[in-house]
């Protein structure tokens, strides 16, 4: 099973920063990463898939990069509403699992 | 637009079955180009992916919890299915139904989300 460990574990920032949010696999995937946003008592919303591709309606304040076993989720501006919990998944090898979340708080 | 809809028993006895359903709407539960899963998320924890299942009924599985979890689609009523037997403590989260995509028959990354529905095990 890959391990994805999510760095930091809490990001404390302002309105306007920019936030970078780290996934490490254990193993090589490629670039099959995804990220999601969770707010509380709500349903992860996807972000990013194939480790850079924006889903639909998502702004273009959030990118993401990598390859490999290094991945990084960036906030150009944070918003009001994009203080909340982030996760990365990966589905290069089966079981696909999940990061253990880098919740993104205000300063 | 697609929506998903869980439903099912909140409380679960232990060692009893944990039965969901998930109502497929705004789109069909045929499509060739989706697999629908399970994924569920206790308190304050990462989420944890259960399975997925294609309308044909082809399915895959968490190994952890391939003993105990099944799957099913009935396409006529657009619903499929999750039953995980012999239930815990363990076993008490918010379980979500959802669309993925797949390349080359393997789940990927899940582009919609059911509500989540909040089963607890309890006696």
């Known amino acids: 099973e890959i391990v994805l460990t999510q760095s930091p574990g809490t990001l404390s920032s302002s309105p306007g920063e920019r936030a970078t949010l780290s996934c490490r696999a254990s193993?090589?995937?490629?670039?099959?990463i995804a990220w999601y946003q969770q707010k509380p008592g709500r349903a992860p919303r996807l972000l990013i898939y194939d480790a850079s591709s924006r889903a639909s309606v998502i702004p273009d304040r959030f990118s993401g990069s990598g390859s490999g076993t290094d991945f990084t989720l960036t906030i150009s501006r944070l918003e009001p509403e994009d203080f909340a919990v982030y996760y990365c998944q990966q589905y290069g090898s089966s079981p696909l699992t999940f990061g253990g979340g880098t919740k993104v708080d205000i300063k | 637009q697609l929506q998903l809809q869980e439903s099912g028993p909140r409380l679960a006895r232990p060692s009893e079955t944990l039965s969901l359903t998930c109502d497929v709407s705004?789109?069909?539960?045929?499509?060739?180009?989706?697999?629908w899963g399970w994924i569920r998320q206790s308190p304050g924890n990462r989420p944890e992916w259960i399975g997925s299942i294609f309308y044909s009924g082809t399915t895959h599985y968490n190994p952890a919890l391939r003993s105990r979890a099944t799957i099913s689609v009935d396409t006529s009523k657009s619903q499929f299915f999750l039953k995980l037997k012999s239930v815990t403590a363990a076993d008490t989260a918010v379980y979500y139904c959802?669309?993925?995509?797949?390349?080359?028959?393997?789940?990927?990354?899940?582009?919609?989300w059911g509500q989540g529905t909040l089963v607890t095990v309890s006696a």
């Open positions: 193993q090589r995937i490629n670039n099959y």
């Open positions: 959802a669309r993925q995509t797949f390349r080359w028959l393997v789940p990927r990354y899940i582009g919609s």
């Open positions: 705004g789109g069909s539960i045929s499509s060739s180009d989706y697999y």
